[in-house]
């Protein structure tokens, strides 16, 4: 099994920035890809950002393009989120996963680990 914690959510004023953090437990070694995902009140949750595991590919979802950036520290066990340029649509819950799959899935269902979430709210 995988634990996940996220931390670092908060309230931010628009265009500020924010930086979140996912802490990995357990079974580390099986953690191939990892990612964010974000639900705001009323929505679906949705992909944010995947990367996989050197860190040397990763994938963003349209509306954070250029604006977020996805990091990991293996030796941290520890994934990052940079949040720049902070939207009030970015408010919502965000969640860490992880799975032992390769490919950057950008779905739910492609990952088998799930942190409780963190909350960002960013005040406009």
């Known amino acids: 099994q995988v634990q996940l914690v996220e931390s670092g959510g908060g309230l931010v004023q628009a265009g500020g920035s924010l930086r979140l953090s996912c802490a990995a437990s357990?079974?580390?070694?099986?953690?191939?890809?990892m990612g964010w995902f974000r639900q705001a009140p009323g929505k679906e949750r949705e992909f944010v950002a995947a990367?996989?595991?050197?860190?040397?590919?990763?994938a963003y979802a349209d509306s954070v393009k250029g604006r977020f950036t996805i990091s990991r520290d293996n030796a941290k066990n520890t994934m990052y989120l940079q949040m720049n340029r902070s939207k009030p649509e970015d408010t919502a819950v965000y969640y860490c996963?992880?799975?032992?799959?390769?490919?950057?899935?950008?779905?739910?269902?492609?990952?088998?680990?799930w942190g409780q979430g963190t909350q960002v709210t960013v005040s406009s």
């Open positions: 990367i996989n595991w050197s860190g040397g590919a990763t």
């Open positions: 357990g079974r580390t070694f099986s953690i191939l890809l």
């Open positions: 996963a992880a799975t032992g799959k390769v490919a950057l899935g950008r779905g739910e269902g492609e990952y088998d680990y």
